[in-house]
């Protein structure tokens, strides 16, 4: 089992940065990809980022591609996704996620991840 627990959201003009981190509390976060996605208000969830066991592979969205990075920090079970240049279409909750699965560097589909965070809200205005 893992816990996922994400934090850092909050309110950011148009233009702005926001970190959030993702603590996970479990057993051998260095054998989980992991990843980031996001749902605003009546639209579906969708993939923003997402990292390998060791770092060496990182994916993103289009939409974000430029202006977020994801990263993981195993010795402190973290991953944290560094956002800049924010957008009002960046207003969303963004949920963390792990992949156990044992083959391939990382996912970009929702169904790939079995452990989920509750969720943090970012909002940025324009």
């Known amino acids: 089992q893992l816990q996922l627990v994400e934090s850092g959201g909050g309110l950011v003009q148009a233009g702005g940065s926001l970190r959030l981190s993702c603590a996970a509390s479990g057993r051998a976060f260095s054998s989980y990809k992991m990843g980031w996605f996001r749902q605003a208000p009546g639209k579906e969830r969708e993939f923003v980022a997402a990292?390998?066991?060791?770092?060496?592979?990182?994916y993103y969205a289009d939409s974000v591609k430029g202006r977020f990075t994801i990263s993981r920090d195993n010795a402190k079970t973290t991953v944290y996704l560094q956002m800049n240049t924010l957008k009002p279409e960046d207003t969303a909750v963004y949920y963390c996620?792990?992949?156990?699965?044992?083959?391939?560097?990382?996912?970009?589909?929702?169904?790939?991840?079995?452990?989920w965070g509750q969720g943090t809200q970012v909002t940025v205005s324009s």
């Open positions: 996620a792990a992949d156990p699965s044992a083959y391939g560097s990382a996912s970009r589909l929702g169904r790939q991840y079995d452990y």
């Open positions: 990292i390998s066991r060791n770092s060496g592979n990182t």
